[in-house]
């Protein structure tokens, strides 16, 4: 598996921030986010054990290809 960063979140101090991904074998992506713990919002999902949710800000949907028009720096 190749995982490509495609962008981290431009607000964030330090660079310690939400990355996205883009895995070539797959072809899915993978998302670094803060982790969802609020009971009410988790509790509007459908979500299986072995699944998780993160979050990212909406400013971070310019690294996804779709919306780009491209794939990324690092693709």
Do not use: C
């Not at 459908?46 to 690092?74: A, C, N, W, Y």
């Amino acid at each position: 598996m190749a995982l490509h960063m495609l962008g981290k979140d431009p607000e964030s101090p330090e660079g310690k921030s939400p990355t996205v991904y883009y895995d070539d074998q797959t072809d899915n992506y993978v998302v670094q986010g803060w982790k969802v713990l609020d009971d009410e919002r988790l509790s509007q999902l459908d979500l299986p054990s072995h699944e998780t949710v993160v979050e990212i800000p909406k400013r971070m949907m310019q690294f996804f290809p779709e919306v780009s028009g491209g794939r990324g720096t690092d693709v």
